[in-house]
């Protein structure tokens, strides 16, 4: 397939060996690995993990739910909390897979009871510090009084264990903070392991970012992990140091479309709605949505961070470039650009084109 408009380029032997260092981590540690499938959300991809023996996974919705389903995965935990309104399709679900859901209220756990048609367990959504959702670790009377209608409601909804993620290792600047955090969920989700356990003796802990599983040997008392973005990797991981830059597997390549010289800007066809709009901070204080990986021959070069994507607007994308570099960058080239978040760009593109050239779609948006 010839190049034409920004196109979303896989590097499947990376993405192969990210999803093997991560399956090697899990069995090391005698952990269920149960990968979140919302950064690649594709058929194809999915699919290679079972080469590595992945028979669980986790989605982010129910339509994402019902497509996975579709491909044959039984055992999926949908880690967003219960939407009321979908109730006839998490029936549907349940009544063909082993359905995981969250809960962190007692009206959702009343609700399931009285509109489940097939039985479900469910996790407990357990707030170790990211502030998005389910109920604060250190709320363990608000937590016991959940559990309580849990006995009263078994027959439909089953009581699994606690859920985590902590997102807020994301907001980090340093690796020992991602360990900090990491060991801090840990304590507060075996407090409640051990608080519970007597009544709950299977209950089993599941945790989740891709920071903490990358970088972490310390699961004591985990059961599970469910990390996603490191089967791609991205920008914002590598500052984080929870990857290398050659561990990053896809990257965007889009034609350059227009040249500044007095400004030492070159416009590529290329943006927010092709990379999202997130960014993270470049060493010189401005934002940065992609690094520039410019071809000379065959040979990738990684230009330092003084050259990177500067700006984005709809279809545009603006880089800042050297003096010494703008001249090397000519209308009608390809340029390439790592993503500073691998899931958003995904889920843009719609569709990867592997280095072998072969054509992978994701899940239909609609």
């Given at each position: 397939m010839e190049i034409i408009r920004p196109t979303l380029v896989l590097d499947k032997k990376k993405c192969l060996s990210n999803i093997e260092f991560m399956a090697n981590k899990a069995e090391k540690h005698k952990l269920r690995f149960r990968p979140h499938f919302k950064t690649h959300v594709s058929a194809e991809i999915g699919s290679w993990f079972r080469e590595y023996g992945v028979t669980a996974i986790t989605v982010s919705s129910v339509q994402m739910a019902e497509y996975f389903a579709e491909q044959g995965w039984d055992d999926i935990t949908i880690a967003f909390p219960v939407n009321p309104?979908?109730?006839?399709?998490?029936?549907?679900?349940?009544?063909?897979?082993k359905l995981n859901l969250v809960v962190e209220t007692h009206e959702i756990l009343k609700f399931l009871n009285n509109k489940l048609t097939s039985v479900?367990?469910?996790?407990?959504?357990?707030?170790?510090?990211?502030?998005?959702t389910g109920i604060e670790a250190d709320r363990e009377g608000q937590i016991e009084n959940l559990l309580e209608y849990a006995l009263l409601y078994k027959e439909n909804v089953k009581f699994k264990g606690f859920l985590s993620h902590s997102g807020h290792t994301y907001k980090t600047k340093a690796r020992h903070t991602i360990y900090n955090i990491h060991f801090d969920a840990l304590m507060k989700l075996n407090r409640l392991k051990t608080k519970f356990s007597p009544v709950f003796p299977d209950l089993e802990i599941s945790i989740g970012d891709t920071p903490s599983c990358s970088i972490s040997d310390d699961f004591r008392g985990v059961d599970e992990i469910r990390p996603g973005n490191f089967v791609f990797y991205?920008?914002?991981?590598?500052?984080?140091?929870?990857?290398?830059?050659?561990?990053?597997?896809?990257?965007?390549?889009?034609?350059?479309?227009s040249k500044n010289q007095s400004r030492n800007e070159v416009v590529i066809h290329g943006g927010a709605v092709h990379f999202s709009k997130d960014y993270i901070m470049n060493i010189d204080g401005k934002k940065l949505y992609g690094r520039i990986v410019r071809r000379d021959g065959n040979k990738r070069i990684l230009l330092n961070e003084m050259n990177y994507l500067h700006d984005l607007s709809q279809e545009h994308g603006i880089l800042k470039v050297s003096p010494q570099e703008f001249n090397k960058f000519k209308i009608g080239d390809l340029v390439e650009i790592l993503p500073v978040h691998a899931c958003l760009t995904a889920h843009a593109m719609g569709y990867y084109l592997t280095d072998e050239g072969e054509i992978i779609d994701t899940m239909p948006r609609h």
């Open positions: 309104l979908e109730i006839d399709n998490i029936n549907a679900l349940a009544q063909k897979i479900v367990d469910f996790y407990v959504k357990i707030d170790t510090g990211h502030g998005r991205d920008l914002m991981q590598q500052q984080l140091s929870a990857c290398e830059y050659d561990q990053i597997a896809i990257r965007m390549v889009c034609p350059v479309v």
